[in-house]
Structures are given as C-alpha cells and as structure tokens.
C-alpha cells in the first residue's frame, strides 16, 4: 500500500520491522514478535507449515492491542523466520520452542490459542506449565495427527516409501508437495493424547468448521471429552473450512479471548 503526501506526491508506506530473536541451543533462533499489556496475556500458537504472518495471528494481535493487552506470536524452527529446515522438526522439537518461548518472553498467567497443529502443540505446553496457564482457545485443533490423520490414512506403498527413503512428498493444494518425515510420524507418538484423559483444568474453547476437509470436527469433539476440566466448550461453524479465517471467524476467536480474560483466575488453596 502507498500513501499520499500533501504534495501529491505517493510514498511508500514503511515496511515492516524485523522480528525480534530467541537465541537457543544448537543454533537455533525463533522470530517472534510481541507487545506488552495488561494481564493475562495471550499466546499464538501456528499450524502446520504455517507461521506468524498469518490471519488470524495478525487479526488477534489487533484485537489485542486495542484491549491493551500483552501478546506474542512466533514461528517454530523450520518455519517462517525462525532457523532451520522444516523436514527436520518434530513435534517435540516444535513444542520445545513453544514452551521456550512462553518461559523466556511472557509473564503471568497466559491464554493460549492454537491453530490445527497448533492446537496440539498449546495442549503440550499447557500441560508442561500448568501453574501459568488462565485459558486455551483451540482452532480446528489437530492433536495426534501425525498418527489419526497421516499415518492411518497411508497406503502401503507410502509406507513403505517412508521406511525406505524417510521421506514421503505428499501433494498439497496449497503449493508445493510437503515433505512427511518417517522422524515426524515415530518421535510424534511419544506426544498423543486422545487415547486417554487430558490433565488440564482451565477453562478451554474449541471452535471447529464442520466442512473442514483436513481435520474432522470430530476431532474437537474427541478433544472435549478427554479434556479433565469441567469448563470446556465446543462452537461448531456449520458453514466454516478448516482456516476459520473469515471476519466472522475471527470476531468468534477474539470473543472467546474476551471472555477468559475476564474469568477470575482459580483461588490458591
């Protein structure tokens, strides 16, 4: 976008600032951006292959920044801006970077929202820090994909394609054909979680689009019931896909920030 001076004139409008760094071990760096504000703040947790440029991290932070209230998106190792290659990421890896982040650049108590993958990497860190955690916001969340929704879904072929080479391109709609590790899949067994009951006690929101066509609306709803908190609601959109990121959608998504931010936090026994 170009603006006009009062010479007629057209300037460019300012390009963006750089993200800011998290140095980590082994040379990895994760790009973040963030703001500071009130209490609880709010914590944006990406997709799969997505990162923190997106539409709903970008609309939230609006709505965010409006109520004067703290926040902070980042991408994960592999993605966006941060340092490495995606194929070598796992899900541990990647929620080693989302409790990195939310140890290192927040303070108090934080309400996450996870978007598909993100969705499962925010239950890991809620359950990894318990004691900081006011709400979650879940968004087409995708916990145990890698299992439920990529490696059941292979045919033999594929598997044994991953076996061998340890790499399987699987096509993509979106763009280029994206790269399913045999890493991925083995290492993202150790972090399933619909097989039994889920430890968190907050109160959680779960918004899912009914004609998502990558994670089933079912998947939310297993999600509800294995979650131990008594608070936990599920808003299915009859007419919604899996990005939810129609303006409706996103007012849905700030709403539900809304109303856990004003729910009083637990009292210390």
């Known amino acids: 976008m170009q603006t006009t001076s009062g010479t007629g004139l057209q300037t460019p409008a300012a390009a963006p600032e750089p993200p800011q760094i998290l140095s980590r071990d082994m040379g990895v760096s994760i790009a973040y951006r963030r703001f500071a504000g009130k209490s609880p703040g709010v914590m944006f947790f990406g997709g799969f292959r997505s990162d923190m440029t997106g539409t709903k991290a970008v609309a939230l932070e609006t709505a965010c920044r ?13 993605h966006g801006e941060s340092s490495g290659r995606f194929e070598d990421g796992t899900i541990g890896a990647w ?47 995708a916990p145990d994909f890698t299992e439920d929704l990529v490696w059941d879904r292979l ?9 061998r080479e340890g790499v399987w391109r699987q096509p993509s709609a979106y763009g280029d054909p994206v790269p399913i590790t045999l890493r991925l899949i083995e290492e993202g067994r150790g972090h399933l979680l619909l097989g039994g009951s889920i430890p968190i006690k907050v109160p959680v929101r779960l918004l899912h689009g009914m004609r998502d066509l990558e994670v089933p609306w079912q998947t939310s709803q297993k999600l509800l019931e294995a979650m131990e908190s008594e608070d936990v609601q599920l808003h299915l959109v009859k007419d919604g896909d899996h990005r939810l990121s129609r303006p409706q959608d996103l007012r849905l998504i700030e709403s539900f920030v809304t109303d856990l931010a004003r729910i009083p936090p637990p009292i210390s026994r």
Do not use: C, H
Not at 66 to 78: K, L, P, V
Not at 155 to 163: C, E, P, Q, S
């Open 155 to 163: 045919n033999d072929d594929v598997r044994r394609t991953l076996r």
């Open 66 to 78: 409006e109520a004067g209230r703290a926040f902070i998106r980042f991408d994960y190792r592999g």
């Open 95 to 141: 929620a080693d970077d989302a409790i990195a982040v939310l140890d290192t650049l927040t303070t108090g108590p934080q309400i996450l929202v996870g978007s598909s993958m993100g969705g499962w990497i925010m239950l890991l860190a809620a359950l990894a820090r318990p004691d900081r955690m006011r709400g979650l916001v879940g968004v087409a969340s």
